[in-house]
């Protein structure tokens, strides 16, 4: 099919954001809707997500990554959205024109009459943590090598030592595990676990997988591969504690150092960057400071789990359609959302107190400290309370969900903003 | 066994530059290095600035081909199609006790020849690059200070040299002269004997050892003294100017600069070491660059780091020639008198990137002096012709090369917007680049704030396509670096001992 000059909706990336952005704004009347994707098939980073562990939420069933793709890629399919692959977007501008680029396809400049971005996020480095060394071969992101060993079919090591107790560092420990690897420890310089529970109690525990916390690599080893490394604890400072250094041999480090949202794309079409999610400044409707742009799922705030980012996708493809047929009011009455005691982040970082006449509006938000006790997470005007939940904890490495229900209409209304504060019971 | 007129051990900028410059004569000329490609030592890894002239002593070699060199970068960025920007340089005087350094520095400058310099006020200095510390006192002002790719000059000179007829042997290691009675007439690698008349001896860091073999000066010695770097996110913060604090005694300091690559670079620091071949990054060498830098940049942060590394540079330790000039870390330039048939260029650490072509020309003048008839060719091609980087084209360019060649149109790394098309090119390139590395040097793939984690794993399957090798044999940077191990669906049987 010919690509048109003019969408009323268009994506970028095919990820579980933008898949689920595209479908609900065909649903929601927009009627050409184009979604374009750098790689040659649709479905992001699931497609190397071999393991189960998606659709839990959304679908009431644990699914490995392409099975969950799949069911939106059929679904977008079937809906008649139009999907270009292979295809790069080097550059938009805050007008919503695209210029993208691909091997068949040439330079391609696209009008669009609203914009979702939904590039994903990218994986933090050995330059970004600052880690000396050497600079050999055998240094990867983990997720880089979950590509190679999932879906190219190469084992990028041996002997392995993972740096970092994210989810995609010991999942990959776990599937090197499988494939005959030896992993001989996982590092994580926090005095606590930064992936999910379940799966430090499935990827590592399971497998007699070593976790040091409190523990970094103090240098990689080996000129041209990875040799060995020197592994060191470090005090509640991040600073190494003398005497503790020790050689490690491996011949491939991974690296499970977090994740950033991809973002430089939106930035060259004005995007605001909160400098704390390093995602867009979103409101509710998952609409960026600039008209007409949405962003939805990890480019936004990196999301624990798949299910999460394909509700944002409805929610930014369902903003982005109306805006597409001139149904989304132009002006915004934006409350901002502060983030108070123990709060690292709050995404959406404003609502338009308007949409609560609607139905209730879902925040989503990061503690700065863990908090192992009893916990209230309370929704404030600054001075009087409007809401407030449980929880049994709280803890950096997993998001938590409130909602500022409907009910709440009239205090908000009066609100110059909004308070989150996450407090020992 | 193959002959030539002269050869020349090592492919760095020295090298690459001197074999480019002989080019032009009716010579046969053989450019060997021990490495998978060209510029991997010293020429990869530095801070990419032409200097204006005015740090070195007046008299010291290293004064006089910096400040001869200075001028030929113009005319030698046209011809070799290398990016070159004549930004101007600034020494920064941090406080009162500083600004007595720069009138000694202007003064060092005029001493050496160098044009233009003048000191500017704190005021102008703030003016000129907002975010320079509120303590500046005032700067020197040196306009004839650059910027460069160090890694695409010293592969357009290559290339141009091989445009020329030099022939290029790569992997191939120096082990040792061949010598009858006092002359050398040729020598003995890794990939066998070739004879000559001359040797170049720019093996950079082991020209020490080189000459040491043919039994000249034995009480010289190269030691390597590292500097490490950090580079900065371009979309965090970029600096448009080259800011040098005021020098100490054995370095130029801790700088913060721009690059062509727009990103802004940070170091080095200096530490003699007793490896030849330590090029990691330590701990306390960041800790050191991050206070030299935010003295003059305080808004830098080290969190905006997307790369680190090292080079090493190749410290000598010969005494400068000049009566009564007391320097004891001069270049060498020269015929010894001990044997015949040998140039040295020895202890070409900084500004040796920005003397390069200086001491080339020097080589040939040496060869003149030493009677060598040298007959320019009339064929001799000056021109070495720029590949097309997709990211400097505008968007309408973009449409008719991928139109020409869709290769172009399919991006392989993100952040730095490389295609399929650029790496195409340089693996089947005058000097095929067949090594990660060696097309990261010549496209800027993967230095990115990825780092390549995105176009890792596409360029070794590229290679592997292009090489027709298995992608278990696709490396970094030469044999030993492999990516990948095996296949997932090979199984490895464990040793038996």
């Given at each position: 099919?010919?690509i048109?000059?003019k ?22 009347g927009?009627?050409d ?8 098939e649709?479905?992001g ?20 990554g ?13 809906a008649g959205?139009?999907l ?11 007008g919503?024109r695209?210029f ?19 590039m994903g996020?990218?994986?933090r480095?050995?330059a ?17 090598a979950q590509r ?9 090591g ?14 990959m420990a776990?599937r090197?595990?499988l494939?005959g690897?030896?992993?001989?420890q ?5 005095p606590y676990?930064t992936g999910l ?10 497998f007699g997988i070593?976790l040091?916390l409190?523990?970094t ?25 003398p005497?503790?250094a020790?050689?490690v041999?491996?011949d ?14 939106s ?5 605001k960057i909160?400098?704390?999610t390093?995602?867009?400044w ?15 799922g990890?480019?936004?705030h990196?999301?624990?789990?798949v299910?999460w980012?394909?509700?944002a996708?409805?929610a ?12 989304r ?11 108070g ?9 404003a ?8 139905g ?7 503690v ?7 916990v209230w997470i309370?929704i404030?005007d ?5 809401t ?5 904890y ?5 998001i ?14 009066k609100?110059?903003?909004?308070r ?5 019971r | 066994?193959d002959?030539?007129?002269v050869?020349?051990i090592?492919g760095g900028?020295?090298g ?10 009716t010579?046969r000329?053989?450019?060997?290095d ?12 530095n801070?990419a ?5 005015y740090?070195?002593?007046p ?7 910096n400040?001869?060199?200075?001028p030929l970068?113009d ?7 290398f990016p070159?920007?004549?930004r101007g ?13 720069l009138?000694?520095?202007l003064?060092q ?5 160098v ?18 510390t509120?303590?500046t ?9 650059g910027?460069c790719?160090p ?14 007829g ?18 050398i ?7 066998g004997d ?9 093996a950079?860091?082991?020209a ?14 190269i030691?390597?003294?590292?500097g ?18 005021v020098p100490?005694n054995i370095?130029?300091g ?13 170091g080095?620091?200096?530490e003699?070491l ?7 990054v ?5 800790a ?14 080290p969190?905006?780091?997307?790369a680190?590394f090292?080079?090493?540079r ?8 000049t ?5 004891g ?5 020269e ?7 040998l ?11 920005t003397?390069?072509?200086a001491?080339?020309l020097?080589?040939v ?7 060598e ?5 009339h ?12 990211r ?19 991006v392989?790394c ?16 005058p ?12 496209t ?5 704030r ?6 890792m794993?596409r ?7 292009e090489l027709?090798?298995?992608p278990?044999t ?12 095996r296949?997932?669906?090979d199984?490895?049987?464990a040793?038996?001992?």
């Amino acid at each position: 099919m010919p690509i048109k000059e003019k969408y009323d909706v268009v994506v970028i990336g095919s990820g579980p954001g933008g898949l689920a952005a595209a479908i609900e704004a065909k649903k929601n009347g927009a009627e050409d809707v184009l979604i374009i994707e750098r790689d040659v098939e649709p479905g992001g980073i699931l497609l190397q997500c071999i393991h189960s562990g998606f659709g839990l939420e959304v679908f009431g069933k644990d699914m490995p990554g392409p099975a969950y793709a799949q069911h939106f890629i059929s679904d977008a399919l079937t809906a008649g959205i139009e999907l270009l692959l292979d295809t790069m977007v080097i550059d938009i501008t805050p007008g919503r024109r695209i210029f993208a680029c691909g091997k068949h396809g040439g330079l391609i400049d696209i009008q669009a009459r609203a914009l979702v971005l939904s590039m994903g996020c990218r994986e933090r480095t050995r330059a970004q943590i600052r880690l000396p060394g050497t600079r050999p071969a055998g240094v990867y992101t983990a997720g880089t090598a979950q590509r190679w060993v999932n879906v190219e079919g190469y084992m990028p090591g041996r002997n392995f030592v993972i740096l970092g107790s994210g989810d995609i560092g010991m999942i990959m420990a776990r599937r090197l595990t499988l494939e005959g690897a030896k992993v001989e420890q996982v590092l994580e310089v926090m005095p606590y676990l930064t992936g999910l529970t379940r799966n430090y109690v499935q990827c590592l525990m399971d497998f007699g997988i070593p976790l040091h916390l409190s523990h970094t690599v103090n240098r990689i080893i080996g000129n041209k591969r990875v040799e060995a490394i020197e592994s060191i604890q470090v005090d509640e400072r991040w600073q190494p504690v003398p005497g503790t250094a020790q050689v490690v041999p491996c011949d491939t480090l991974l690296l499970s150092v977090g994740l950033i949202p991809e973002n430089e794309l939106s930035r060259k079409a004005g995007v605001k960057i909160d400098p704390i999610t390093a995602g867009p400044w979103v409101d509710d409707g998952f609409e960026t400071n600039v008209p007409g742009i949405f962003a939805a799922g990890n480019v936004v705030h990196v999301y624990d789990l798949v299910d999460w980012v394909t509700e944002a996708g409805y929610a930014a493809g369902r903003s982005a359609a109306q805006f597409a047929l001139r149904e989304r009011e132009k002006e915004r009455r934006h409350i901002p959302m502060i983030a108070g005691l123990n709060v690292r982040y709050i995404v959406p970082q404003a609502i338009d107190k308007e949409n609560l006449k609607e139905g209730d509006i879902r925040l989503q938000l990061r503690v700065t400290q863990p908090l192992e006790k009893l916990v209230w997470i309370e929704i404030s005007d600054g001075e009087n309370s409007i809401t407030r939940k449980r929880a049994p904890y709280a803890r950096p490495g997993e998001i938590i969900t409130l909602t500022i229900p409907q009910r709440a209409y009239d205090q908000v209304a009066k609100a110059g903003q909004l308070r989150v504060d996450v407090t020992k019971r | 066994m193959d002959s030539y007129d002269v050869i020349i051990i090592g492919g760095g900028v020295v090298g690459c530059m001197t074999a480019r410059t002989l080019s032009r004569y009716t010579l046969r000329v053989l450019l060997i290095d021990q490495e998978a490609d060209i510029g991997m030592g010293a020429s990869s890894a530095n801070s990419a600035i032409v200097h204006a002239g005015y740090d070195p002593l007046p008299g010291t070699l290293k004064a006089k081909m910096n400040v001869a060199a200075n001028p030929l970068w113009d005319a030698l960025a046209g011809e070799l199609n290398f990016p070159f920007e004549r930004r101007g340089d600034y020494v920064v005087a941090v406080g009162p006790g500083e600004l007595a350094r720069l009138d000694k520095l202007l003064e060092q400058g005029k001493a050496n020849g160098v044009p233009g310099m003048h000191t500017i006020s704190a005021d102008e200095m703030r003016h000129r690059e907002p975010n320079i510390t509120p303590d500046t006192s005032g700067a020197l002002w040196a306009p004839t200070g650059g910027i460069c790719d160090p890694f695409a000059v010293t592969i357009a000179a290559a290339e141009n040299a091989l445009q020329n007829g030099v022939t290029l042997k790569l992997d191939t290691a120096f082990t040792g002269f061949i010598i009858e009675g006092k002359k050398i007439t040729g020598i003995h690698t890794s990939h066998g004997d070739f004879g000559c008349r001359w040797v170049v001896n720019a093996a950079g860091m082991y020209a020490d050892e080189v000459m040491h073999q043919a039994g000249v000066r034995p009480e010289f010695q190269i030691t390597a003294r590292r500097g490490e770097y950090a580079i900065l996110d371009r979309a965090e913060i970029t600096i448009s100017n080259v800011l040098f604090p005021v020098p100490s005694n054995i370095s130029k300091g801790i700088l913060v600069t721009a690059t062509l690559h727009g990103n802004t670079l940070v170091g080095p620091n200096a530490e003699n070491l007793p490896d030849k071949e330590e090029h990691s990054v330590s701990p306390g060498g960041m800790a050191e660059l991050w206070e030299g830098a935010k003295r003059l940049i305080p808004s830098l942060q080290p969190r905006h780091t997307i790369a680190v590394f090292a080079g090493l540079r190749a410290s000598g330790n010969a005494a400068c020639a000049t009566p009564g000039v007391d320097y004891g870390h001069d270049f060498v330039i020269e015929i010894p008198r001990e044997v015949e048939g040998l140039v040295n260029l020895g202890g070409i650490e900084s500004p040796g990137l920005t003397a390069a072509p200086a001491i080339a020309l020097r080589v040939v003048e040496l060869l003149k002096d030493a009677g060598e008839k040298l007959t320019e060719k009339h064929d001799f091609q000056p021109i070495r012709p720029a590949r097309p980087i997709f990211r400097h084209l505008t968007h309408d360019e973009q449409a008719s090369l991928i139109r020409r060649d869709s290769r172009y149109g399919r991006v392989v790394c993100r952040c730095e917007l490389v295609t399929e098309g650029e790496i195409m090119a340089e693996i089947h390139g005058p000097i095929p680049a067949t090594t990660y590395d060696a097309i990261k040097r010549r496209t800027w793939l993967g230095t990115g704030r990825c780092l390549g984690g995105f176009d890792m794993p596409r360029v070794v399957d590229i290679l592997s396509r292009e090489l027709k090798i298995p992608p278990e044999t696709v490396t970094k940077k030469g044999p030993g670096s492999e990516f990948l191990i095996r296949s997932t669906k090979d199984v490895e049987v464990a040793d038996a001992h």
